[in-house]
Every structure is written in structure tokens, then in C-alpha cells.
């Protein structure tokens, strides 16, 4: 059923036809319609993106491989697949930006072009990680999406296979492509689909959480040159509209935002003793409440560690996140601490000023 | 019955609330979250949103699935999801 009152969801068809299909009066005719214009968009999407590919032998995914180089010695390069969906509830929609074009025209599409840009730039300059699965993955990315056709998306998420953005609904939140920390956590979260696995639920989805936000700041600390002492470390500053909020504080959890006329005050926690237990129907379990205490953590760390965050700490992070036999899917925050710290010793060693840091840093928010 | 729906995660992780008066019985209530029982979500997405309803003084959520919702739910949750209103 496809009627304008009964199914915003599902609809994808423009407000005419809904107009037209809600004066006939029946339902099995909206349904066909709805469901064949969901599966045409997707084939035409999909048929598209693998053109394209063809047209220039670039399958990525079985050319490249991690390191260095490629099988033809050619060094990696990301590979961008931009779609909009237009305002409308399929994913990932029309193709409208792939690389060789012409610079995009459409801001989002600008935003989350230069944001995957420098995400990848990070993790593969740093780590020599090319792509979220290490092996050239296109970062594919949806902007303009609504769940609704009627109502604005204020939201970004990783869906498995692409970062799809909303537009914000412009009272108090502005489009999800403004932050580059955003991007980067989306995209971190696929890069955590390839390695840790952590299940988004209950203390490992807020571990989850952690990283996404930890990647994002350092990616954002990197593109604008900020040591941990010039860094603000807001994140999503700018999708909350009004310059006195941000979405989260990785230095001061649960002061993202207070007073909020729209959305009241940050709920998140610094420490292990204020950990908030939820039901899995909350926020899967609160995992974007507590992963204030990794983050934390993290912060206190990179602080004491002082210059730039990406240099040391980030190695450590990256090198815990990465490790499938300390890091697992359930993993907990002791684990992460643990891992933290065996990665600063193997890194740095156990008289470093980083292995110290890291221990601070879980000290200070209760993780022991 | 006061039927609560509940839209919670989301990158922002707040969450928003809504409710209605629906004139049914227990009975009609318990076979109504059966049927959204069997469509719930198939599977979980990193920042994206969970949505449950509950009845009002009732101890159980039962999650559902806004793109999937049994036919008799549509209207209400379509009523539900105008009052959304962030839980402050």
C-alpha cells in the first residue's frame, strides 16, 4: 500500500502520483507501483555503478591489493562513488559524482567527496590500510536520503555497504555531510565491520561507538593541523545548528549540548561508575551514551601525550582496533584497555610516555 | 490504551517520544504486537534509529520496523510518528 496517510515510509514516488493512486482508492495498485519503482531505482543504481567500473576495468576490489602498491605497481588510490537519492527512501539512488568527473556542484556531494578523501588519505597514509576493507573497497556514499519522502533525515549511518546521509531539518539540525568527523566515523564504522567486529549493542556497540568518534576527531585534528591542545574535540559541531553546540564533547562527555531548545541536554558519561544501564530497544543497549567512557579515555590519553594526536596514540588505537585476537566482538572496555596498552608497549615500549598515557587515560575514566 | 512509541539511537542517540489513545483491548493489543513482532527489523545498522512501542504501565517493548509494519498498524504509526518529539 502506497497511500500518502497510511505508508510514508515506503513510498518513493513523487507527490502526484501518491495524489492520484490515494483518489482510486486502491491500495494493491500503490503496492505495485511502489515495489517496482524500489527495484528499478536499485537496478539502475546498481547497473550503473558496475558500467561504470567496466568502462574503465577499474574493479577495485579485485585489482588492488593492501600495501604499497597494487598488482601493477600503481599506488592506491581511493575510489569514490557518489549517489543522491533525492529525498527519497531508497538507497543508494542515482549515481552523480565517480572519479574523473568534473569537481561536484552539489555541496553534500563536495562534502562527503573531500571527507572520504581525507579518511582514506588517514588511514592509508598512517596505516597503509587502503579503503574500509583493506583491499580497495569503493567508499560509496548516499546523500540527500529521507526515510520519509515527506520529512527530512537528520541522521547519517553506515548501512553495511555505503555512509547515507540526511539533509537535517534546517530548525535544529543542519545537513549530516557538514563534519568531517562524521564522515570518518561513518566510514570507521565499515572499517570496524572488516576487523574487530564489535556487535553494535550493549558495551561493545558503544566500544563501536568509541572508535567511530575517535577515528573522526583524529581525521578532523589531521585535516586542520590541530594538536590535542588546539583541539576542540567537539564532534558534529557543525550539524547542530547553533555555534554553542555540538553533537558530543570527547574532553568533557555529556556537554555537547545543554539546554538545547529542540533536543535538551547531552546525555552522555565520562566514567565507569556513571555507566547507564539500557534495555537493547535503547539505543542498542545505550551505545551512544556510554561510549562517552572510551572516549574519554582517549582524550585524557592524547592529552597527555600532548602534540598531535594521530603521531603515537592513533598507531596505539589503530593497532588495538585492528587486532582480531585482543579485540573481539564482544569485547568489553577492559579489553580495550588491555589491547591499548599491550599495542603502546609492542609500539613504544613500557617506559614511554605513551604507554603511561594510555594507562592514564583508562584510569581516569574508571576503566580498571 | 495509551500506545507509546519510542525512536531511539541515531548518531545523536536521543530519544523521542510520542503517544496515542487507541480504543482496543488487551486482547486486540496482544495480537497487534504479535503481528509486528513477526516483522521486525532483519538486522541492526551502525547510527541508525530503533523504534518500539509499548502500552502504557505495560513491562514489554516490542521493536518494529517502520518500512515493514503490518497493514492494521499503518495509520497509527503514521499518527505516532507526527507527534515524535525529542525526550529533553
Not at chain 1, 515506503?10 to 507501483?33: F, V
Not at chain 1, 515527506?150 to 537535517?168: C, H, L, T, V
Not at chain 1, 584497555?337 to 609500539?347: D, Q, S, V, Y
Amino acid at each position: 500500500m502506497c497511500n500518502n496517510r497510511r505508508n510514508p515510509v515506503n513510498c518513493i514516488l513523487p507527490p502526484y502520483i501518491l495524489e492520484k493512486i490515494d483518489q482510486t482508492n486502491n491500495s494493491d495498485l500503490g503496492d505495485q507501483i511502489v515495489l517496482t519503482a524500489q527495484a528499478t531505482a536499485r537496478f539502475r543504481s546498481k547497473r550503473a555503478s558496475l558500467n561504470e567500473m567496466t568502462k574503465k576495468g577499474k574493479a577495485g576490489f579485485l585489482r588492488t591489493v593492501s600495501g604499497d602498491t597494487d598488482l601493477e605497481g600503481v599506488l592506491p588510490k581511493p575510489k569514490h562513488l557518489i549517489y543522491d537519492a533525492g529525498g527519497l527512501p531508497i538507497t543508494p539512488g542515482e549515481l552523480i559524482w565517480k572519479d574523473g568527473d568534473p569537481a561536484p556542484k552539489d555541496k553534500d556531494a563536495k562534502n562527503v567527496l573531500n571527507g572520504a578523501t581525507q579518511t582514506w588519505k588517514f588511514y592509508y597514509d598512517l596505516f597503509k590500510r587502503n579503503s574500509i576493507d583493506g583491499i580497495g573497497m569503493p567508499l560509496t556514499q548516499c546523500i540527500h536520503y529521507r526515510e520519509d519522502p515527506r520529512k527530512p533525515f537528520s541522521n547519517a549511518i553506515w548501512d553495511g555497504e555505503q555512509m547515507i546521509y540526511g539533509d537535517g531539518d534546517t530548525i535544529f539540525f543542519d545537513s549530516f555531510t557538514r563534519d568531517i568527523d562524521i564522515i570518518a566515523h561513518e566510514l570507521t564504522h565499515g572499517v570496524i565491520d572488516y576487523s574487530a567486529k564489535l556487535e553494535y549493542k550493549f558495551e561493545s556497540g558503544a566500544l563501536n561507538e568509541s572508535f567511530a568518534d575517535v577515528f573522526g576527531i583524529m581525521v578532523k585534528q589531521r585535516a586542520k593541523k590541530e594538536s590535542v591542545k588546539k583541539s576542540n574535540w567537539l564532534i558534529g559541531q557543525n550539524i547542530l545548528l547553533g555555534d554553542e553546540y555540538a553533537l558530543r564533547s570527547m574532553k568533557e562527555p555529556g556537554s555537547g549540548y545543554k539546554n538545547h531548545p529542540g533536543i535538551g541536554d547531552d546525555p552522555q558519561v565520562a566514567v565507569m561508575s556513571d555507566y547507564i544501564n539500557m534495555s537493547q530497544h535503547q539505543d542498542n543497549g545505550g551505545v551512544h551514551y556510554n561510549s562517552g567512557i572510551p572516549n574519554f579515555a582517549f582524550y585524557v590519553a592524547a592529552f597527555n601525550c600532548g602534540g598531535n594526536s594521530w603521531d603515537k596514540l592513533g598507531k596505539v588505537w589503530y593497532a588495538a582496533m585492528t587486532d582480531k585476537i585482543l579485540m573481539k566482538k564482544n569485547s568489553k572496555f577492559l579489553d580495550a584497555r588491555n589491547a591499548t596498552l599491550t599495542k603502546a608497549e609492542l609500539l613504544f615500549g613500557k617506559a614511554s610516555q605513551v604507554y603511561k598515557a594510555v594507562g592514564e587515560g583508562w584510569d581516569a575514566a574508571e576503566v580498571k | 490504551m495509551k500506545i507509546i512509541l519510542t525512536k531511539s539511537g541515531g548518531l545523536i542517540g536521543k530519544p523521542q517520544r510520542a503517544e496515542i489513545d487507541l480504543d482496543l483491548t488487551p486482547e486486540q493489543w496482544r495480537k497487534m504486537k504479535d503481528l509486528l513482532k513477526k516483522k521486525k527489523p532483519s538486522k541492526t545498522v551502525a547510527d541508525g534509529f530503533n523504534q518500539y512501542v509499548e502500552a502504557e504501565g505495560e513491562d514489554d517493548t516490542t521493536l518494529i520496523d517502520p518500512v515493514n509494519l503490518p497493514v492494521s498498524f499503518k495509520e497509527h504509526y503514521a499518527e505516532l510518528e507526527k507527534k515524535l518529539d525529542y525526550l529533553k
